[in-house]
């Protein structure tokens, strides 16, 4: 049996406002696109909840994700929509060949999930190479300097879906040296008849520092970008924002 984080992501997750982060991730692409986007690259797709968004355009959306549990859901729910304009790859941007997309996205923290530094340089390298001339690729991630000054804390929440409670005890420890957070979901579903089920599921989310990631831009390629409080181009990102977004152009 997978394991409940996946089976359950959509729920946990719930609260987040994927129609909202996909407007706001174009509105700010096409100020930077002096034409109407013909594609758009979505790197880090997961279940594919930003995905579903992206297809309402109608051009065509190339999805990506490494992760097999992950895209299983997505080509799911992409069948479930009879959505005809989103192709998948379940592979690593570094290890495609892709080229000439308008707009690359990844976003909810994909950046966060890379280890290596070189990784990062390989990764938006990768990204770089799959974009056309004047393109425009936005990310959100969390801001390494902020949570270093003020590591994320543990927290408990629970959320209904259909006859079951989910159960998330969140807990967070954070390794300065290696600038790394472990987030280990504790989860506890409890079905309509009483019985329970319990599971655990640690997440490594790296704290890339804003400077990290502009010296990896640079090295990958990219000349021009700028770093924002999320989804906010009036606000020049600084440590007090914990969640951050880099707006770059090719
Ligand atoms: C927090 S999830 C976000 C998923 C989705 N965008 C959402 O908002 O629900 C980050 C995703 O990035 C994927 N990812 C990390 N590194 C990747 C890479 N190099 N290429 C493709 N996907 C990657 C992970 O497998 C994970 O599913």
């Known amino acids: 049996m997978s394991n409940l984080f996946y089976k359950y992501y959509d729920i946990l997750f719930t609260s987040k406002d994927y129609e ?84 690359c996205f990844s976003l909810f923290n994909v950046v966060t999930y890379i280890p290596k530094f070189n990784e990062l340089v390989s990764f938006f390298n990768a990204i770089y190479n799959s974009l056309s001339d004047d393109s425009v690729y936005i990310f959100d991630c969390w801001n390494g300097s902020a949570a270093l000054l003020d590591p994320p804390k543990g927290k408990e929440y629970s959320v209904k879906n259909n006859n079951e409670e989910i159960n998330c005890k969140l807990e967070s420890n954070t390794d300065f040296i290696n600038q790394k957070t472990t987030l280990r979901y504790n989860l506890r579903v409890t079905k309509e008849n009483g019985e329970v089920i319990e599971d655990k599921y640690d997440l490594d989310q790296y704290l890339w520092t804003p400077n990290q990631i502009k010296d990896a831009l640079g090295l990958a390629g990219f000349t021009k970008f700028e770093c924002y409080e999320n989804f906010n181009l009036n606000e020049v990102a600084t440590d007090k924002h914990w969640k951050i977004m880099f707006v770059c152009q090719k």
């Open 20 to 103: 909202e982060e996909v407007f706001k991730s174009l509105e700010i692409a096409k100020k930077y696109l002096n034409h109407e986007p013909k594609n758009i690259l979505e790197i880090g797709c997961g279940t594919g909840s930003h995905t579903l968004e992206l297809a309402k355009l109608n051009i065509p959306i190339t999805s990506i994700d490494v992760d097999q549990e992950m895209i299983t859901r997505c080509r799911e729910k992409i069948k479930e929509n009879n959505i005809s304009n989103v192709e998948i790859y379940d592979k690593r941007i570094q290890d495609l060949d892709l080229k000439d997309f308008d707009i």
